[in-house]
């Protein structure tokens, strides 16, 4: 091969090698799956300031009953400080997104409704755990409040033995019972409240409709969408159906508050039963 077609050759390689990287970077770019959490510690610091500045302002949503079917409507609720004053004259951005996924993240502008209420229209478009995110300014104060809102989901509507529906229920806010699967029924409670995480927290748990004897009965703790790490705990005997035991939330990277809460009762001799408890950490 003579000199100049040794070039040739070389200068046709190297074209054909940035070729492929730009191609690469270009496909790279058009796919790509969202990610729930992008930089944890960057998420971590944000959601820490929003904490301070929530606490700081003491400003908070106030929301009605969650809907009891899917689809749109108009959602109103009300802005209040630490003295339980309205928020008036704030600008507000309402974003509506589901718990599991990155996915369908949606934001609207609210309209002031008078005294501290204001309105937005929003898309529920499907059962289960929504996360709406309300963006508070005015003047030079900004804030940003989460709350997770239920919408027809069978744990806000689940039906009893006798058949009746029970009410929606979070342990965030006290103790509440759910019908086990396969006959009996439990009461759960978390403590102190309200409830925080990377605390230790108090458990306890009252079965009915179980053996006493040999009956053991664990929590296991988890987020929906995200990988938290193992967290079930064994619960003691503590007489009469009862058990107790501690258990201790992480903090999510991502700032979301909502968590579940499997109860897992054993008895001899008889498949495990369990139930499904929402709750919602302060923090």
Known sequence: MTHQATKLAFAAAVVA?????????WIGSNVKEETIVADPYEEGLRYDAERHARAALGWDVALPAPPASPGELTLPFAVADGQGRPVTGAVI??????????????TVAARPDGAGRYAAEVDLPAAGPWLLRFDVRRGD???RI???VHVGTPAAGRRSAAGDVAAPCDLGQGP??????????????????PLRTMRTLAVAAEVRGAPLAGTTVAV??????????????????AGEGRHAGKAVLVRCPSGRKDWTADVTVASPGAAPRSARFELTVAE
């Open 220 to 237: 296991s703790f988890a987020m929906k969408g995200m990988q938290m790490g193992e967290n079930t705990s064994a619960l003691a005997a």
């Open 17 to 25: 090698g940035i070729g492929a990287v730009v191609g690469t970077v």
């Open 146 to 148: 989460e709350k997770v």
């Open 141 to 143: 104060d900004r804030v």
């Open 93 to 106: 951005a309402v974003s509506v997104a589901r718990l599991d996924t990155s996915r369908g993240v949606a």
């Open 176 to 193: 509440c019972t759910r019908p086990l699967d396969g006959g009996g029924e439990v009461t759960l409670e978390l403590g102190p409240r």
